[in-house]
């Protein structure tokens, strides 16, 4: 069935860093593919989207390439702040999936001043 | 604009008990769909509701029930809760429209705890 597969944490970065979490997905048909952070204690946030092939998505800094060639949609910013500090997630839905959101295992990602 | 709320914030229960969680959707959002997401993990589709109907489910048993009421606000009911059943329930509402569905809006989650 559809999956998706996240590098594992947690990453630890000191401010300023360069920041690639790495996420690779399976999907029969042609899904939509999101990053969502979840900061502690607290539910999740859409982070970016792409809904289809080369799409680009980018929030706060954050970028990710949906690449069907390579089945990945990369997380990337340039450099990471303290309040960066969380866990990130990667989904996809649509496709075979309709409404219904596949989620990776989650990134934790700690950032020290 | 209300973003997707839930209640209770944090629930302890004991096995075997039966347990409601609640939800209010976005506003002008028609779509509820529930996440299971244990310690560590990522969320866990449950089921999703559309206009007051079970539209797809997880590999959930039965004892997870939902309900949507006509102002799209939904419940999750779990009965004879077993342990495993302690996790975050995430509940997320998306706007009518093909693409909109597979943008969910997640609330804060209710944390529920057996025991």
């Known amino acids: 069935g559809d999956s998706v597969t996240q590098m594992e944490g947690p990453v630890t970065l000191s401010e300023e860093a360069f920041l690639t979490i790495n996420c690779t997905y399976t999907?029969?048909?042609?899904?939509?593919l999101f990053w969502y952070v979840q900061y502690p204690g607290e539910g999740l946030q859409l982070l970016l989207k792409?809904?289809?092939?080369?799409d680009k998505g980018s929030n706060k800094g954050f970028e990710a390439t949906y690449r069907k060639e390579t089945t990945s949609f990369h997380l990337e910013k340039g450099s990471v702040q303290v309040s960066d500090s969380a866990v990130y997630f990667c989904?996809?839905?649509?496709?075979?999936?309709?409404?219904?959101?596949?989620f990776g295992q989650g990134t934790e990602l700690s950032v020290k001043p | 604009e209300t973003g997707v709320t839930q209640s209770p914030t944090h629930l302890i229960k004991t096995r075997g008990q039966q347990v409601t969680l609640r939800c209010s959707s976005q506003?002008?959002?028609?779509?509820v769909s529930w996440y299971q997401q244990a310690l560590g993990q990522g969320p866990q589709f449950i089921f999703q509701?559309?206009?007051?109907?079970?539209?797809g489910r997880g590999n959930f048993p039965p004892r997870f029930s939902g309900l949507q009421f006509p102002n799209y606000s939904s419940e999750l009911n779990v009965n004879a809760l077993e342990l495993d059943d302690s996790a975050l329930y995430l509940c997320?509402?998306?706007?009518?429209?093909?693409?909109?569905?597979?943008?969910?809006?997640f609330g804060p989650g209710t944390r529920l705890t057996v025991t």
């Open positions: 506003s002008g959002h028609n779509t």
């Open positions: 997320a509402s998306s706007a009518p429209g093909q693409q909109s569905l597979y943008e969910q809006y």
């Open positions: 999907a029969t048909g042609y899904p939509s």
């Open positions: 792409a809904t289809k092939a080369d």
């Open positions: 509701y559309y206009r007051e109907e079970e539209n």
């Open positions: 989904a996809l839905s649509g496709g075979n999936q309709g409404g219904k959101l596949i």
